[in-house]
C-alpha cells in the first residue's frame, strides 16, 4: 500500500498575525482534516 505523511512549519508574520496564533493554528488543522478526508474519499474505490 501507499502511505502518505505530511508535516507542517508555518510562520505568519504582519497583520494575519494579530488574529492570533490559536485561531490559525486551529484553522489550519481543520482545512488539513478537511482536505484528507476529502482525498480518502476521492482515491477509495466504490463497493463492488
Known sequence: ??????????????????LGSRLIDSTARKLAAEF?????????PPPA
Not at 500500500?1 to 494579530?18: E, F, N, S, W
Not at 484528507?36 to 477509495?44: D, E, Q
Open 1 to 18: 500500500g501507499t502511505r502518505l505523511v505530511y508535516d507542517v512549519d508555518a510562520h505568519v508574520g504582519g497583520k494575519i498575525a494579530q
Open 36 to 44: 484528507f478526508n476529502n482525498f480518502a474519499k476521492a482515491i477509495t
